[in-house]
Structures are given as C-alpha cells and as structure tokens.
C-alpha cells in the first residue's frame, strides 16, 4: 500500500510551546513543518532542537522561496548545508529556470532536501487571483505543476482535491503535500475546503499537514496516534 505521511504544522506561538508538543510525541513517525514565523524568530537553532529530541524526525522547512534565480538557488545552497532540513519549498510562480537552478545547484549535496513548490497560494479567491496572474486558478495551478514538474522539482502543495488531476497531469511519483486536512473531520476553522484521511488516500496524497487539530487538542498525542494508525 502507498505510504501516506503526516506533517505536523509546528504553529504554536513560541519555540517553548513548539518543543513541548514535540517532547509528546518524540517517538512518533512523523515530519515537523517549520514556517516563516519560527524560523525568523528561533533559527537553525530551532532545527537543531528539534533534532535533538529525536535524530528521525523530519523537518520540512516552509518558507516558499521567491526570488530571482540566482538567490534562490543561494538559499537553497544554505538549506541543503544546514543538513537538518529534509525538505523545502519554493514558488512555482518563481518560474522553470529559477525551479531548475534550485534543483542544480543542491545535486550533489548528501542527504539532498527534497523540494516542493507551491502552485497557487490558497488564500486567493478566483478574482483576486486573476488579477496577479490574469488567469483562473485551477488551470493556471495545474499548468504551474506542470512547469514544476518540468523543471525536476519534487513534488507540489496542493489541496487534495487536486491531488489525483495533479498525478494525471505529471507522474505518479510527483509528490503532493496538502494541507486543508482534517482527519477525522473535525472544526475546519479558517479552511474553506477540507479533506478527512480517507479522501487523501483515495486521492493518492503523500503527505498530510495537520496544524490546530493536533496543537489546539487536549492530548494530541492520542490525536497524532490515531491518525497514524489510520494511515
Ligand atoms: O491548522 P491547520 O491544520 O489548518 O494548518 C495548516 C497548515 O498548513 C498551516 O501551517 C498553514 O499555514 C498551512 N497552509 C495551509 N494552506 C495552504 C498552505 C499552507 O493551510 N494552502
């Protein structure tokens, strides 16, 4: 059976309340997702934390690099040496050469970081989305995963509900990571569209973030298990 893989989204609003959730579930198979705010704030040092409390844990460092091809490729360089970071991600919207420098320049660093990209940030309504790009969504997003997969980036962030088309459209080995996940079904909060596990399977999904289902619980390490178990 495909190996679905859970990402915790590490969300909390300090290092502290970050590493006592980890402290939980340290024995647990799973990637932490570090984002733009604690790495800002707490650094590689953070990374190293996290690490230390558990060498298998994998760390998935969100920052969706966006610049020109050369810095970005920079910036890539300085992930892949931390030796911490077992995956990134940039945008797709950076484009192809940008996509490829990144991918060229980490080649031949040991333990390369797996690279996604992100294709249409979720936060776009189809109006204000048309106006950047001057296209709709979903056919832009696709073509984005398109010129990701072209360019021999990893995989893509995506909503499962685009999952499979993404497939379709590139391989069945292009990774998808999507967010927007509640297990069981629980509160969605701020997410208008929300995929339980059973729909990820389905929908050939290789990892799931899951933030406030897991952090706002009152024993997230039941939380973490069941989910586990139902993967
Ligand atoms: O708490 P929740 O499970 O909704 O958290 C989802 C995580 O995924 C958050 O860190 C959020 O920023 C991130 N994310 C998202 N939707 C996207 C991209 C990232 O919810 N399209």
Redesign the pocket.
């Known amino acids: 059976m495909r190996d679905m893989k859970l990402c915790i989204?590490l969300?909390l609003p300090s290092a502290k309340e970050n590493l006592a959730l980890v402290e939980q579930i340290k024995d647990d198979d799973v990637w932490l997702?570090v984002?733009l705010r604690s790495f800002i704030r707490d650094g590689k040092t953070f990374l190293e934390e996290l690490k230390a409390i558990n060498p298998n844990f994998k760390i998935f460092l969100?920052l969706k690099l966006y610049d020109i091809p050369n810095t970005m490729a920079d910036a890539a360089e300085e992930i892949a040496s931390f030796g911490l970071v077992d995956m990134f991600n940039v945008h797709a919207s950076a484009g192809k050469r940008a996509m490829s420098e990144v991918m060229e320049r980490i080649k031949d660093v040991p333990n390369k970081p797996l690279v996604i990209a992100?294709t249409a940030?979720?936060?776009f309504d189809n109006d204000e989305f048309k106006a950047v790009y001057n296209e709709d969504i979903s056919s832009k997003a696709t073509k984005l995963a398109v010129d990701t997969y072209e360019s021999g980036v990893d995989g893509v962030?995506c909503?499962a509900f685009e999952s499979l088309d993404i497939k379709k459209n590139t391989s069945d080995e292009f990774i998808t990571l999507c967010?927007?996940?509640?297990p069981f079904g629980e509160e969605s909060?701020?997410?208008k569209r929300v995929a339980d596990i059973a729909f990820s399977k389905e929908n050939l999904v290789d990892f799931i973030?899951?933030?406030?289902?897991i952090?706002k619980s009152e024993n997230p390490k039941e939380v973490v298990n069941n989910i586990l178990k139902n993967i």
């Open positions: 989204s969300d997702k984002g969100d992100v940030l979720t936060s962030v909503s967010p927007g996940i509640r909060g701020d997410q973030v899951v933030g406030r289902p952090y």
